[in-house]
């Protein structure tokens, strides 16, 4: 397991639990909605195909060599149809601003984003970064250029 280091931004609330993992082999921490005033009194409404951009109220330093993947929370997707629409969202090692969550709402009704909510789900990633060499000729493969239902 590796350490991240979190910071508590001014806007955040000290009453909202930090990520954290809610079963004993879950991939993924738990994002909450840290709203301010008066957005954290009465929420943000979000439309159908509404889309807001949910502060977290927190920051944190990455290690070198990994990243944060920002995934939809799943019984938000099937029971709301909210999702994050950027998704995954990457956040990366050295970003050391806000984390923020872009949702959107899929779903047919309006759905209300309350402080402290459970919002999303962040998984930690090892990144592997490439250097990409220029070439004319390609080694040969079955698949080919096969694109897109190419493979049945």
């Known amino acids: 397991m590796i350490e991240v280091a979190v910071k508590a931004l ?37 439309p159908s195909l509404g889309r807001a951009l949910i502060p977290t109220g927190l920051a944190m330093a990455l290690p070198a060599g990994t990243e944060a993947q920002i995934r939809p929370r799943s019984g938000l997707a099937v029971k709301q149809g909210l999702t994050v629409l950027n998704s995954p969202g990457t ?30 789900q962040m998984v930690i990633a090892p990144v592997t970064q490439a250097r990409m060499v220029l070439t004319d000729i390609l080694p040969d493969t079955e698949r080919g250029a096969g694109g897109f239902g190419s493979t049945g």
């Open 10 to 46: 001014e806007s955040h609330d000290p009453a909202l639990a930090l990520p954290r993992y809610e079963s004993a082999q879950a991939a993924g921490m738990d994002m909450r909605a840290c709203l301010a005033e008066p957005d954290r009194a009465h929420g943000i409404k979000l």
């Open 91 to 120: 956040i990366d090692a050295d970003y050391r601003g806000e984390i923020k969550i872009l949702l959107i709402n899929l779903g047919a009704e309006t759905v209300t984003i309350s402080h402290g909510d459970r919002i999303a």
